[in-house]
């Protein structure tokens, strides 16, 4: 059974494309935990880690990934966790390479077809788990 | 082989000096492999906590509601434990319970946990009785368990929990109509939630009217759990009910018929197990061969566990 987080960190309320993903990956037969809007990126990987999930989804539209989602990741570093994490939303093409320098394991952008996301999630958590 | 017993150790250690991070790898253990979960915890000291079911259909406001009931115990160590239900058809769950309770998400004291009811007819998790007892193992005062809230659920959680909690709103007008499918007989407590809304009189009178027609007195707290009012009254009911049923026997009864359900939860899962990978292509095979098959594979699969 893959556990999947989908978590929308920042101060906007851009939640739409965070449900379609949640749902697509638990259509997928995946278990998903949503954590709701406007979460801390302490929020986030704490929930994470005491959720014990195989990987962790972002959802970032507001223009702030290059400082959340950093941060994210310096966390889990910090707790000793390490959870593949995902980014999707908006993210200008310039720092999708950055991100995925930083250990992101892929972005997707708006219009990515749901069933792309949940082959390459489902791929990856079965390739890592071994 | 040493491998597993290194990770043994890891995690059995790791409950003892209170990990946050080993908790969350045997809770998930619970659900992967319950039965090496029971003997693990089994090496653990453990302590009692006071498990609290939260039930009542949904939309009632139960996350809401444990939320706010998180808001009313600072100091105390708190589990909550969220189920949500998984499709029948794909095995898949959306787990949005915790949205409600994320201010508490960096709580030290605090550890939400997130399950999906699985192939669990009854709507619970079929791990729900180790992962209960991983949190006590853990230290936690009190474990409260959200239900599904639908079908068996409501009933099931009986045998779990040492004081359950049934939630009503006047959103759902036919709440009283349920009470006959057995929510009167496992109520401890009813809480009307909503209470902000005027309907929610109209359901208290009813609700007094129901049980005035039944043989026990069920205290009743309403709540708005978005404001939190009324929820210190229930807090400290709930801290009361735990002193009292530790003193009076309830306690000691209650926990004796949830370790006769953790047994026979416990044997069922062997069973299916053991049925996935009988040979039934033998020739005449009837019920009573079956079931002495069955019978002696369980046996088999038990001595050889021990060893
Ligand atoms: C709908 C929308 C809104 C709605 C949001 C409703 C809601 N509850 O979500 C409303 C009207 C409320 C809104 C408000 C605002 N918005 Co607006 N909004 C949009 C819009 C038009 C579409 C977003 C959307 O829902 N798309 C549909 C979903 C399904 O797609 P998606 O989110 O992109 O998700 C897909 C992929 O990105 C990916 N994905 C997304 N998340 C994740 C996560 C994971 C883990 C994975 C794997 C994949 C993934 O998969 C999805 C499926 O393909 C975008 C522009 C655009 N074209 O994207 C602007 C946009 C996001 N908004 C914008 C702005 C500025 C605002 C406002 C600040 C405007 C204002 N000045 O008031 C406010 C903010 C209000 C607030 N407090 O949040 C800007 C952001 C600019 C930026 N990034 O620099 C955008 C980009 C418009 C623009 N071009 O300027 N907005
Ligand atoms: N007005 C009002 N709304 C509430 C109250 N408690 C919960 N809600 C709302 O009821 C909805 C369902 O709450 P939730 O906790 O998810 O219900 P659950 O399905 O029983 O867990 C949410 O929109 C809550 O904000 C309350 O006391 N008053
Ligand atoms: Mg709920």
Redesign the pocket.
């Given at each position: 059974m893959i556990k999947v987080m989908i978590a929308k960190p920042g101060l906007d309320g851009h939640d739409r494309g965070a449900k379609v993903v949640a749902r697509t990956l638990r259509d997928a037969g995946m278990e998903v935990i949503y954590t709701g809007i406007r979460q801390t990126p302490e929020q986030i990987v704490q929930s994470a880690i005491d959720e014990d999930v195989d990987i962790l989804g972002i959802s970032i539209l507001s223009g702030a990934h290059m400082k959340l989602v950093p941060k994210i990741l310096e966390l889990l570093r910090e707790k000793k966790a390490s959870v593949p994490v995902f980014v999707g939303g908006i993210i200008p093409d310039e720092d999708v390479d950055k991100l995925k320098e930083m250990g992101v394991i892929e972005v997707y952008g708006p219009g990515t077809s749901t069933s792309e996301i949940s082959e390459q999630v489902k791929s990856f958590v079965e390739h890592s788990d071994t | 082989m040493s491998n597993i017993q290194t990770h043994e150790y890891e995690l059995l250690k790791g409950m003892e000096k209170r990990e946050r991070r080993i908790l969350a790898k045997v809770l998930s253990l619970c659900e992967s492999d319950p039965g090496k979960a029971n003997i693990l915890l089994g090496k653990l000291p453990k302590s009692t906590a006071h498990i609290v079911g939260m039930t009542?259909s949904?939309?009632?406001?139960?996350?809401?509601?444990v939320n706010a009931i998180l808001n009313e115990m600072p100091e105390r160590r708190v589990a909550a434990i969220a189920v949500d239900p998984s499709s029948p058809f794909t095995g898949g769950a959306l787990l949005g319970?915790r949205v409600?309770m994320q201010s508490h998400a960096t709580s030290e004291n605090i550890f939400i946990r997130s399950f999906a009811s699985r192939g669990s007819l009854g709507g619970l998790s079929p791990s729900i009785y180790e992962a209960c007892n991983a949190f006590e193992s853990f230290g936690m005062n009190y474990v409260i368990v959200?239900t599904v809230?639908v079908g068996q659920s409501e009933v099931d959680i009986v045998n779990v929990a040492d004081t359950v909690v049934v939630a009503l709103s006047p959103d759902n007008g036919d709440e009283i109509q349920m009470m006959k499918a057995g929510l009167m007989e496992i109520a401890d407590m009813f809480v009307i939630?909503?209470?902000?809304?005027p309907k929610s009189q109209i359901l208290l009178s009813r609700l007094r009217a129901a049980m005035a027609m039944g043989r026990k007195e069920i205290p009743i707290y309403l709540?708005?759990?978005?404001t939190g009012e009324g929820v210190s009254d229930l807090v400290k009911a709930l801290n009361e009910r735990f002193l009292t049923i530790s003193s009076n026997g309830v306690l000691k009864k209650r926990r004796k018929n949830r370790l006769i359900h953790h047994a026979q939860s416990t044997l069922k899962r062997e069973l299916d197990f053991l049925i996935e990978k009988i040979d039934l292509e033998e020739e005449g095979i009837d019920l009573d061969g079956l079931r002495r098959k069955l019978i002696h594979a369980l046996c088999w699969n038990h001595s050889e566990s021990r060893k």
């Amino acid at each position: 059974m893959i556990k999947v987080m989908i978590a929308k960190p920042g101060l906007d309320g851009h939640d739409r494309g965070a449900k379609v993903v949640a749902r697509t990956l638990r259509d997928a037969g995946m278990e998903v935990i949503y954590t709701g809007i406007r979460q801390t990126p302490e929020q986030i990987v704490q929930s994470a880690i005491d959720e014990d999930v195989d990987i962790l989804g972002i959802s970032i539209l507001s223009g702030a990934h290059m400082k959340l989602v950093p941060k994210i990741l310096e966390l889990l570093r910090e707790k000793k966790a390490s959870v593949p994490v995902f980014v999707g939303g908006i993210i200008p093409d310039e720092d999708v390479d950055k991100l995925k320098e930083m250990g992101v394991i892929e972005v997707y952008g708006p219009g990515t077809s749901t069933s792309e996301i949940s082959e390459q999630v489902k791929s990856f958590v079965e390739h890592s788990d071994t | 082989m040493s491998n597993i017993q290194t990770h043994e150790y890891e995690l059995l250690k790791g409950m003892e000096k209170r990990e946050r991070r080993i908790l969350a790898k045997v809770l998930s253990l619970c659900e992967s492999d319950p039965g090496k979960a029971n003997i693990l915890l089994g090496k653990l000291p453990k302590s009692t906590a006071h498990i609290v079911g939260m039930t009542g259909s949904p939309g009632i406001g139960k996350s809401t509601l444990v939320n706010a009931i998180l808001n009313e115990m600072p100091e105390r160590r708190v589990a909550a434990i969220a189920v949500d239900p998984s499709s029948p058809f794909t095995g898949g769950a959306l787990l949005g319970d915790r949205v409600r309770m994320q201010s508490h998400a960096t709580s030290e004291n605090i550890f939400i946990r997130s399950f999906a009811s699985r192939g669990s007819l009854g709507g619970l998790s079929p791990s729900i009785y180790e992962a209960c007892n991983a949190f006590e193992s853990f230290g936690m005062n009190y474990v409260i368990v959200e239900t599904v809230g639908v079908g068996q659920s409501e009933v099931d959680i009986v045998n779990v929990a040492d004081t359950v909690v049934v939630a009503l709103s006047p959103d759902n007008g036919d709440e009283i109509q349920m009470m006959k499918a057995g929510l009167m007989e496992i109520a401890d407590m009813f809480v009307i939630n909503k209470f902000d809304n005027p309907k929610s009189q109209i359901l208290l009178s009813r609700l007094r009217a129901a049980m005035a027609m039944g043989r026990k007195e069920i205290p009743i707290y309403l709540t708005n759990a978005l404001t939190g009012e009324g929820v210190s009254d229930l807090v400290k009911a709930l801290n009361e009910r735990f002193l009292t049923i530790s003193s009076n026997g309830v306690l000691k009864k209650r926990r004796k018929n949830r370790l006769i359900h953790h047994a026979q939860s416990t044997l069922k899962r062997e069973l299916d197990f053991l049925i996935e990978k009988i040979d039934l292509e033998e020739e005449g095979i009837d019920l009573d061969g079956l079931r002495r098959k069955l019978i002696h594979a369980l046996c088999w699969n038990h001595s050889e566990s021990r060893k």
